[in-house]
């Protein structure tokens, strides 16, 4: 999705505080700070529904503009979002200031293409370990997700950070060696593999010939 497709109407706000705070969600929105670029943080407010669909257009992880009555004010990546912990409702977000090409960090969530081959022969299940990596590169040019192949995976074996292919332009973060994706034996597979295994006792092999030596007393 093109930056210019992520905009976001904000408004300023010059009061703070949890009182402030309440009276935004009371009213349908969120408070939100901007900050970066050496400035002083800005105290913001927006929609919380339309703030809600950014995100579900790619706005976690793309650059976004900002308009305020009807301007371009900025552009932002979304840095951190707090949520209500039992409702999860967004209650507070901060915003990153960044231009359209500067180098940025953020993370993007991986998603895992293709059925694993330990999976669909040998019904195995597919582990996700990991679901996002830290990438760096242009702001403007930020993926929503990142692909990653896992159709040739078999039992006990996964993928790495590093088996990402990323964009142009960009470099990866997290270490190359960070599992993503293992695909392990099934619950009941795994059960059946330890049923059948031998035990300890039953894995002892007999040696044929010996037998046990008696004592013999000690001449004094």
């Known amino acids: 999705m093109a930056a210019n497709d992520l905009k976001l ?11 402030d705070a309440r009276a935004l969600r009371a009213n349908g929105k969120i408070p939100l700070v901007l900050y970066g670029h050496g400035s002083q943080p800005e105290r913001l ?8 669909e950014l995100l579900l257009r790619g706005g976690r992880t793309g650059m976004i503009t900002l308009t305020d009555s009807g301007k371009t004010k900025d552009t932002a990546l979304v ?7 039992v409702s999860r409702r967004i209650i507070h977000a901060d915003l ?20 694993p081959r330990g999976v669909r022969d040998f019904g195995g299940v597919m582990d996700a370990l990991v679901h996002e990596i830290e990438i760096e590169g242009p702001a403007d040019s930020l993926p929503a997700q990142l692909d990653i192949d896992v159709s040739e995976l078999g039992i006990h074996e996964h ?32 059960q059946l593999e330890e049923a059948a295994a031998p035990t300890l006792e039953e894995a002892q092999p007999e040696v044929i010939g010996e037998k046990e030596k008696p004592e013999t007393e000690s001449s004094s």
């Open 159 to 190: 993928a790495v950070a590093g088996d990402v292919s990323l964009p142009k332009s960009f470099t990866l973060v997290t270490p190359a060696e960070t599992v993503i994706i293992a695909v392990e034996p099934s619950k009941t597979a795994h």
């Open 45 to 52: 407010a927006t929609e919380l529904r339309a703030f809600e």
């Open 9 to 19: 109407h904000v408004e300023s706000r010059t009061k703070s505080g949890t009182g």
């Open 79 to 85: 840095r951190e979002i707090q949520r209500e912990p």
């Open 96 to 115: 990153l200031r960044v231009s359209a090409h500067e180098n940025v960090r953020t993370r993007v969530r991986i998603a895992p293409a293709g059925t």
